[in-house]
């Protein structure tokens, strides 16, 4: 065997067992969800799939309005990854391809709020939303979240390289204004970084624990994952039945991550047979 066909073996070998580890959590959490509690602290442990796994199921949806909270998470998750991906890319689009006045200044004070820790800016937000009129409404969810520092960073820097200067020259020749080059110029070749920016932005909401609960004072009105935390008893906690309740809501994401990813390949491949 030559040196790079060993090389190509190793690996190959390596990937798969990254593959394998990251894959692990995944399969425990299916484990402890189609079993019983006693069985989770049984020792040995058991590492094969139970047969509870509709039964613990259906404790969940007599314990917590799954559905309904579900159904809140998702509107919320669409709306802010919808509003992301429109202010972000468009934020980006100007600082990659436009000189203005400010552009470094601004793009610096940009960066700069990375190092502000989230939790100091939930107290402004929750007055400011009170103001507003807005706590325990679908706005407190997905208002604030419409535009982020990563997103407009992460775009900046695709557009940066994935945007010829050529095509916006042409663009403005063409007497197009900003809007319409933005439009039919950047978000073409933007496609493949808006999805990875949609995914990881309707993956974060979707998981967001914090903030739901602070602002979503109605309980019958929950997000999905502060639906969950109602499972955990007082005095005890069925962890079989909270793990299939984590199981059940992670099923949707896996959806969509597979569903993002293969647009994100798709329009990766695209794009290379075009340059």
Do not use: C
């Amino acid at each position: 065997m030559s040196i790079e066909r060993l090389r190509t073996a190793v690996g190959h070998v390596v990937l798969m067992l990254g593959v394998l580890v990251s894959l692990f959590p995944f399969y425990w959490m299916v484990v402890m969800a189609s079993n019983t509690t006693p069985d989770i602290f049984t020792y040995p442990p058991r590492l094969w799939i139970g047969s509870h796994l509709f039964e613990n199921m259906g404790k969940v949806l007599d314990n917590i309005d799954f559905f309904g909270s579900m159904l809140l998470t998702l509107i919320a998750s669409l709306g802010v990854t919808v509003l992301v991906l429109f202010f972000d890319s468009l934020a980006a689009f100007a600082f990659a391809k436009y000189d203005f006045p400010g552009r470094n200044v601004l793009f610096a004070i940009l960066l700069a709020t990375f190092m502000i820790p989230t939790q100091l800016s939930l107290v402004p937000q929750f007055v400011t939303l009170a103001e507003f009129g807005w706590i325990g409404s679908l706005k407190a969810l997905i208002i604030p979240g419409a535009a982020n520092a990563f997103g407009i960073f992460w775009m900046r820097q695709y557009a940066r390289g994935a945007i010829p200067d050529e095509l916006i020259s042409a663009a403005k020749v063409d007497g197009a204004g900003f809007f319409r080059q933005y439009l039919t110029v950047g978000l073409p070749v933007l496609r493949p970084g808006l999805a990875f920016l949609g995914i990881f932005t309707f993956i974060n909401v979707w998981n967001d624990y914090l903030w739901p609960l602070i602002v979503m004072t109605d309980p019958n009105r929950l997000t999905l994952q502060v639906a969950l935390d109602q499972l955990n008893g007082i005095y005890g906690t069925d962890y079989s039945m909270v793990m299939a309740g984590a199981l059940m809501s992670v099923i949707p994401l896996i959806g969509v991550f597979l569903i993002g990813a293969r647009s994100f390949i798709a329009d990766l491949a695209a794009g290379a047979m075009k340059f």
